[in-house]
């Protein structure tokens, strides 16, 4: 009787300490079979006090004001209800008494994004397909983002797919944040890969009809990126979503991002192939831990050298131990970071200078990205001639952070290295990261790969790029440049670039083009001006037998410490 009455307490208990999750609910509504807006309804009680704030988030990445998708608010079960300008409402009622919110959100595109448009976060809604974010969809009580919640998914007709993180919600555990920080796609087109095995729990969810790769490769590809970064980390399988919305391609290859927790956002447009998604995503996923779970980023971006160009540094490490990165890959993309490094006006940056204009001054937020990986090739390369390496500074972060929640990332990262390599990284921070001296790579900072100084003329188009690639048009060719003379002219127009590379000059570049005729031409030219540039570039030695190119994969995979030379 006494085992009894105990657990009727227990019960009591309990039921008091959990209160009733705030319980969302997100329908489409559809007009003669077509998309119109999206549904969204909300339970939850009201504030003790009976003033309630229901409000969207103020600022997601460029959006100023993330409710003003939302339209036709009602709220039942309040006394007065005034709505204020960020698409939420003042609400009066009793204290804690039930309320319901009602809304729609309507579409942030007139027709199907293109990879023209400057921001790709606003929701999408279409006749027949939809993709939003939880932070652009979701209202929440004022103060309780922390608070239980709840989804639910209704009144789709039959066969119309839908896909979210919020299908993965532990419902022990889900919070307001966890709506918030969500992605969601649906269509009667809509195709879900889920993975099995090692992958299992990762699904992918897809709709468009993209030229260049396959649905299943792009499956394989993220599950093999998200697999070996789990790996690298020794974390077990949870569940992860990514999705994949199209942008239709107009003029320019483009794509985008955001990483949620339990899953990954893009918008890629039609014509990208399937290799500028690699980098992406496995940059991306590896924000999972970097910098979040390695050390806070305090209130500037001076650390941004550690939390992007690390994360720059193990997207490639991982690739390659992936084999998603061939050899070849793998030097091509360290290429592209030396020549943009050699070449940027921003390269003698101080960290002051960076952390200061880094939002206002897009080269110095590429330096951030170029100096630290290039500094994490440079520890790397310290580490595996004292017989240590970064990726155990990287998971001495990790352990640091667990025991100090409220720690920094670069005084984790300086610990860190310490515990390894029982010396402090501080001279080396402090002179290329802090001052901003140019970094120069010692010969042999990526093993048994050949590293040398290039000097060659810096790399000049010949017409404006930026107004180009606005219209279409070819503008203000320079009559005296290299294009002039390979026959371009103010007016062409833009067909499709058919060759060239970032920064360098070395590289042909060509455009397919048509005259005022209409008459279509191919113009190719070396992109060469009258300056030079001097650069670090790395290159596979010659001769290397295939076990040779095993071990030094492995060696840049950070899979083994030692790599004997090419013929030892
Ligand atoms: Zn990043």
Redesign the pocket.
């Known amino acids: 009787m006494c085992g009894l009455v105990l657990t009727a307490l227990l019960l009591a208990t309990t039921a008091k300490a959990a209160p009733t999750p705030i319980r969302y609910v997100l329908a489409p509504v559809l007009e003669n079979g077509a998309l119109k807006a999206l549904a969204v309804d909300i339970d939850f009680p009201a504030d003790a006090d009976g003033d309630t704030r229901l409000k969207f988030v103020s600022q997601f990445q460029a959006e100023t004001r993330p409710g003003r998708y939302a339209e036709g608010l009602t709220v039942t079960g309040a006394e007065a209800v005034t709505p204020t300008p960020d698409g939420g409402a003042e609400i009066r009622s009793a204290p804690g008494a039930p309320l319901h919110a009602h809304y729609r959100i309507r579409p942030g595109y007139a027709s199907a994004p293109t990879t023209q448009d400057p921001t790709q976060i606003r929701p999408i809604i279409l006749s027949d397909w939809f993709y939003t974010l939880g932070e652009l969809v979701f209202a929440f009580p004022a103060g309780r983002r922390d608070a239980p919640a709840a989804f639910a998914w209704t009144g789709a007709p039959e066969g119309f797919g839908f896909a979210s993180d919020l299908e993965q919600l532990d419902p022990k555990s889900a919070t307001v944040n966890d709506l918030l920080e969500s992605v969601a796609i649906g269509s009667p087109r809509l195709r879900v890969i889920s993975g099995s095995g090692p992958d299992a729990g990762v699904r992918i969810a897809t709709l468009g009809a993209f030229d260049r790769f396959a649905d299943a490769a792009f499956a394989d590809m993220a599950f093999r990126t998200i697999r070996t970064e789990r790996a690298f980390w020794g974390d077990p399988a949870t569940p992860f979503l990514v999705t994949l919305a199209p942008l239709q391609t107009r003029l320019i290859d483009a794509y985008s991002g955001t990483?949620r927790t339990d899953a990954f956002a893009l918008w890629v447009g039609t014509a990208l192939p399937l290799d500028d998604l690699r980098r992406l995503l496995a940059?991306?996923y590896?924000?999972t831990w970097n910098p979040d779970q390695l050390g806070g980023m305090g209130k500037d971006r001076a650390a941004a050298w550690l939390?992007?160009g690390f994360?720059?540094f193990y997207a490639r490490r991982l690739l390659l131990r992936a084999g998603l990165f061939s050899l070849g890959d793998y030097v091509q993309a360290w290429n592209e970071d030396l020549l943009a490094y050699g070449v940027s006006p921003a390269r003698d940056a101080p960290e002051a200078r960076m952390a200061e204009n880094y939002w206002r001054d897009h080269d110095l937020e590429q330096m951030a990205?170029l100096r630290g990986a290039l500094l994490g090739v440079l520890f790397e390369g310290q580490l595996r001639r004292e017989g240590h390496g970064l990726d155990a500074v990287m998971r001495r972060m990790r352990e640091i952070k667990r025991g100090k929640p409220d720690s920094a990332l670069r005084p984790n990262f300086e610990a860190a290295f310490k515990a390894v390599a029982g010396r402090s990284p501080l001279a080396t921070i402090e002179r290329h990261q802090v001052r901003g001296e140019r970094l120069a790579l010692p010969a042999d900072a990526f093993a048994c790969l050949t590293l040398r100084m290039v000097t060659q003329p810096e790399r000049v188009l010949g017409f404006d790029r930026d107004a180009t690639a606005e219209t279409g048009v070819f503008a203000g060719v320079d009559p005296s440049g290299p294009a002039y003379a390979a026959g371009l002219r103010d007016g062409m127009r833009l067909i499709a670039r058919e060759g060239g590379a970032p920064n360098d000059s070395s590289v042909e570049a060509a455009f397919r083009v048509a005259d005022a005729s209409g008459q279509e031409r191919l113009i190719r030219y070396r992109p060469e001006g009258k300056a030079t540039v001097t650069f670090q570039r790395l290159s596979i030695p010659p001769g290397l037998t295939a076990d040779q190119e095993r071990r030094c994969v492995r060696t840049l995979s950070g899979l083994s410490a030692i790599s004997p030379a090419p013929g030892t």
């Open positions: 990483g940059h991306e590896f924000h939390s992007e994360t720059d990205y």
